[in-house]
């Protein structure tokens, strides 16, 4: 055993390695891709979908006027802001909703055809 491992270690050769327990699928990997920070990850999201930031910011406003307007003791402009903030929060929820079906039906197609490839190669042996 150690013997092989010594084989293993001492080859120079620049070729990868191949073990013929593993299967071929796994033995042709792609790199993994590198890990997206909190802020990375938040950037892009807003500039994907920037309607939902931009709702979630006027839904908060509507909210703090409206608690603003109640300690303040006006109870019509209170109500008003958080009807206004209940329409945001639907507008928010609709552009969400809105982004997720384009997503799943304009998007994804493109992946699909590769799925459906996939598929059939892996179902017809002879297309392996």
């Not at 802001?81 to 384009?102: C, D, E, H, K, P």
């Amino acid at each position: 055993m150690s013997s092989e491992r010594n084989e293993i270690s001492t080859d120079d050769k620049a070729t990868p390695k191949t073990f013929p327990s593993m299967s071929t699928s796994m033995q042709q990997l792609p790199p993994s891709k590198r890990m997206e920070t909190f802020e990375q990850k938040l950037w892009r999201k807003c500039s994907e979908e920037p309607l939902i930031p931009i709702g979630c910011g006027v839904t908060a406003y509507f909210l703090v006027s409206g608690i603003r307007s109640f300690h303040q003791g006006n109870a019509i402009r209170s109500q008003k802001m958080m009807r206004a903030r209940v329409a945001s929060q639907g507008f928010t929820i609709a552009a969400f909703v809105g982004y997720a079906l384009y997503n799943t039906y304009v998007l994804q197609p493109e992946n699909q055809s590769k799925k459906d490839d996939r598929d059939a190669r892996i179902l017809d042996p002879e297309r392996r």
